[in-house]
């Protein structure tokens, strides 16, 4: 229920009546929803037809019921109607997407569950039978590995019992990471795994969380047998792009088109309908596996001009693992090149990505990178820096020895190594 | 002089003689070079009239003596033409392009000076006077604290002492930080300062290094007074862009046009002529001065799932400056937060920027940000990650304390903050 001045504006206006709230010479026309979606007693929200959820501060508006309108209610969801029995899992991990805005201060706290999530947006449930839960709330830059694990077991849990696809809700900071641990760990995955976030609160009028869960669910119950990241694709609020887990980037702090493919085209889009290339794995039948063996003690060390030499030593000494991003093609200071010798020396594999993310890193072109070729270092092709270092912890934990560690880091074992870039792609 | 192969084919033809190579069923006419461009005896260069470098392997080749051709020398350069008495200097440092190929191996090895380089391409000494000279020569990844300070002396001596601007010459490596280095370093700048460098080595047919080193030339007697890279605008070889120095990043590992300014576009772009904007800082009078005080013990430290809080202590108890490269609007895990405080508590300043480079860090959005902001983390605005730490070695070796510390990295010093981002800049 709406209360303080909120609640003298309605008078006693339910949620989920169809309303028209006349503001400062505008009227926005569209379902009351409930007050969970508020942190104040100072604003109404309205979803408008487009879908879209407006915030209206009180002072100096007027909400009249739409006469004749058909009575909607907002929450509870509807029971899931002819959807044809199609099972998506919708997974909870918190971040934007379920947060909303504390007027008084303008800071966004973790806030919805999974499940009130889809309330707000009750016609998502036309689309599927949506089985949301949540399995922690958290902001994204929290995640840690021991969250991708319990996550991939969900997902398994989920898929092998009937959903035809999940959906994980997620911040947006490290989802990318988040993904390619799940596209590694999820062994004989056969059916979509969508992950999605948003850039502005659900409880914003300018938010773009509800195109985003709407298309994740959609390309959750496509002919798609991977783990992808579905958001904006452009600034409009029309189409999402599918990004392949393993090739996809958070490249801008604030858009809602944020997440961009590296090295490669995005899967598909989505708008009413989802178009997917041929490039994507294609849904298929089987019992999936959650191999959640990671070694975490793995480093993404960065090399740059300046960089300390005793830095990498004290990193060689700590983990079992590095991912360098370097320069260019795959270069470091020479400074670094003993610690990088020690490191092969220990049996520590030193993987080599590139701080221009796009492109691959070829080391027989300079005398630098040939050296570093001839110590030991695995080229990472044209993997990214974070993606490298997420394979790599997960092929620590489950390579025998180190040719089998060298020969799984040069294989694609989800679709994180594209044979040839092409050079348009960037 | 030609050997062996080389040298059977040509059968006495001098260097600087235009002569037709037919090859293949192919014919390639322009100016024979001197074998100096190459690496073994296998193969001779014909500089086309479109200012390209061919180099044609001997085997099954015919040379003829272009017919009542002008004869010309290529090298040495001609005397400086009539170009106004406009003097440029060049200052080379080493780099792609100032490399040469080994064809035995097929790697790349520092091979040209400057004056050699120029030598190559003898049109160039139509646009200026040119003072070529060779400041070191070490491929762009060994670059240190100590080159930028030498080369920011350099700069400095040759602007006062009559030159119009300044083109050197570097590896694309770490070309943005050498950038960003001089850009704070040159107090008092009032005129072009011009970076540039090959993506493929000079003496391959493909190489960019004529049109980077052409237009570079060009930019450099522009009415422009602040620090730039000039390199490819696209995948063709037409028009270069004019980069700002602390706004440009290299973001293809091989790509001619793999330079990039981000959060603002770039200052102008060079075809035939030089057109650039008004955003642009224009040329003025005045003594430059090289203030080289830096503070080397700054690291950059990245931010990301499963980062150990044991490394960011290690860092704390040995660096005088902490640029942390955060995740989304400016985020770490909390994880790092004690480490965060600790060197706040002892004086070490900690900057925040973002790993989406694109967009800038607004830590008043969620409470983690908040509490970052209350510790005293100072937020990097849009500036790069990169451009930070580079700006925060030369704010802790100019400033008296730690106000002044703050107060210079939230100021834009060379274009480094733009006042706010254009969305439409992505």
Request: hydrophobic fraction near 40%; glycine fraction near 10%.
């Given at each position: 229920?709406?209360?303080?001045r909120?609640?003298?504006?309605?008078?006693?206006?339910?949620?989920?009546?169809?309303?028209?709230?006349?503001?400062?010479?505008?009227?926005?026309?569209?379902?009351?929803?409930?007050?969970?979606?508020?942190?104040?007693?100072?604003?109404?929200?309205?979803?408008?037809?487009?879908?879209?959820?407006?915030?209206?501060?009180?002072?100096?508006?007027?909400?009249?019921?739409?006469?004749?309108?058909?009575?909607?209610?907002?929450?509870p969801?509807?029971?899931?109607?002819?959807?044809g029995?199609?099972?998506?899992?919708?997974?909870?991990?918190?971040?934007?997407?379920?947060?909303?805005?504390?007027?008084?201060?303008?800071?966004?706290?973790?806030?919805?569950?999974?499940?009130?999530?889809?309330?707000?947006?009750?016609?998502?449930?036309?689309?599927?039978?949506?089985?949301?839960?949540?399995?922690?709330?958290?902001?994204?830059?929290?995640?840690?590995?021991?969250h991708?694990?319990?996550?991939?077991?969900?997902?398994?849990?989920?898929?092998?019992?009937?959903a035809?696809?999940?959906?994980?809700?997620?911040?947006?900071?490290?989802?990318?990471?988040?993904?390619?641990?799940?596209?590694?760990?999820?062994?004989?995955l056969?059916?979509?795994?969508?992950?999605?976030?948003?850039?502005?609160?659900?409880?914003?009028?300018?938010?773009?969380?509800?195109?985003?869960?709407?298309?994740?669910?959609?390309?959750?119950?496509?002919?798609?047998?991977?783990?992808?990241?579905?958001?904006?694709?452009?600034?409009?609020?029309?189409?999402?792009?599918?990004?392949?887990?393993?090739?996809?980037?958070?490249?801008?702090s604030?858009?809602?088109?944020?997440?961009?493919?590296?090295?490669s085209?995005?899967?598909?889009?989505?708008?009413?309908?989802?178009?997917?290339?041929?490039?994507?794995?294609?849904?298929?039948?089987?019992?999936?596996?959650?191999?959640?063996?990671?070694?975490?003690?793995?480093?993404?060390?960065?090399?740059?001009?300046?960089?300390s030499?005793?830095?990498?030593?004290?990193?060689?000494?700590?983990?079992?693992?590095?991912?360098?991003?370097?320069?260019?093609?795959?270069?470091?200071?020479?400074?670094?090149?003993?610690?990088?010798?020690?490191?092969?020396?220990?049996?520590?594999?030193?993987?080599?990505?590139?701080?221009?993310?796009?492109?691959?890193?070829?080391?027989?072109?300079?005398?630098?990178?040939?050296?570093?070729?001839?110590?030991?270092?695995?080229?990472?092709?044209?993997?990214?820096?974070?993606?490298?270092?997420?394979k790599?912890?997960?092929?620590?934990?489950?390579?025998?020895?180190?040719?089998?560690?060298?020969?799984?880091?040069?294989?694609?074992?989800?679709?994180?190594?594209?044979?040839?870039?092409?050079?348009?792609?960037?």
């Amino acid at each position: 229920m709406y209360r303080g001045r909120a609640a003298e504006l309605l008078g006693g206006i339910e949620p989920g009546t169809r309303v028209r709230v006349h503001k400062g010479g505008r009227t926005y026309e569209g379902i009351l929803m409930p007050r969970s979606e508020l942190g104040d007693d100072r604003h109404v929200v309205v979803k408008l037809d487009s879908g879209y959820n407006v915030g209206i501060e009180v002072s100096g508006a007027r909400v009249e019921v739409v006469e004749g309108a058909e009575r909607r209610v907002a929450q509870p969801p509807p029971p899931p109607p002819a959807a044809g029995g199609r099972v998506v899992s919708v997974l909870g991990t918190g971040g934007t997407i379920a947060s909303r805005v504390d007027y008084a201060t303008g800071a966004v706290h973790p806030a919805y569950t999974a499940e009130e999530l889809l309330g707000a947006y009750p016609e998502l449930a036309e689309l599927a039978e949506l089985r949301a839960r949540v399995v922690f709330s958290i902001l994204s830059e929290n995640m840690r590995p021991e969250h991708w694990r319990r996550l991939a077991e969900e997902v398994a849990r989920e898929l092998n019992s009937g959903a035809e696809g999940v959906v994980v809700t997620h911040g947006t900071d490290t989802m990318s990471f988040t993904a390619s641990a799940l596209a590694f760990m999820l062994r004989g995955l056969g059916k979509p795994v969508v992950l999605v976030g948003a850039q502005r609160s659900s409880d914003r009028p300018s938010s773009d969380a509800y195109l985003n869960l709407r298309s994740a669910i959609r390309v959750a119950l496509s002919d798609l047998g991977e783990v992808v990241v579905v958001m904006h694709a452009s600034m409009s609020d029309e189409v999402c792009a599918v990004h392949r887990a393993t090739k996809v980037r958070k490249m801008h702090s604030t858009r809602r088109d944020a997440f961009r493919s590296i090295n490669s085209p995005p899967l598909g889009y989505v708008g009413e309908e989802v178009v997917l290339g041929e490039e994507r794995r294609r849904r298929s039948e089987g019992e999936v596996v959650a191999d959640t063996r990671l070694e975490e003690r793995v480093v993404l060390f960065k090399a740059y001009p300046g960089v300390s030499p005793e830095l990498l030593e004290w990193c060689v000494d700590r983990y079992r693992g590095v991912v360098i991003e370097g320069t260019g093609m795959g270069h470091v200071p020479e400074s670094l090149h003993p610690g990088i010798e020690r490191a092969l020396e220990e049996g520590i594999p030193v993987v080599m990505t590139t701080t221009t993310l796009n492109g691959r890193v070829d080391m027989k072109v300079y005398s630098s990178g040939r050296k570093l070729l001839s110590m030991g270092v695995i080229p990472g092709e044209d993997m990214l820096p974070e993606v490298a270092y997420v394979k790599l912890m997960h092929v620590l934990g489950v390579a025998e020895d180190m040719d089998e560690v060298r020969r799984l880091m040069l294989t694609s074992l989800a679709g994180e190594i594209t044979p040839r870039t092409l050079p348009e792609v960037f």
